[in-house]
């Protein structure tokens, strides 16, 4: 049995799920620079895998609004 095909078509899926993900996320979210979300879908539609998990794990960084707590009011 060859499992070659099935790896492939698993990979293809994963990937293209992934990619689809990002897409989505990309568009739902707000930028505090609306460049940024431009520049997020160029990199992942060019390196769709490698974009993709770079935006995910950049994410949190790039998209982080700082919070300031008022406890004493």
Known sequence: ?????ILITAYVILSFSLWAWAITDILKNE???SSLKFRWILIVMVF???G???YFQLK?????KESNPQFNK
Do not use: D, G, H, S
């Not at 049995?1 to 095909?5: A, G, I, K, Q, V």
């Not at 949190?60 to 982080?64: A, E, F, L, W």
């Open 52 to 54: 993709a998990i770079l």
């Open 1 to 5: 049995m060859n499992l070659t095909p």
């Open 60 to 64: 949190r960084k790039v998209n982080r």
């Open 48 to 50: 769709p895998v490698f």
């Open 31 to 33: 930028f505090k620079k």
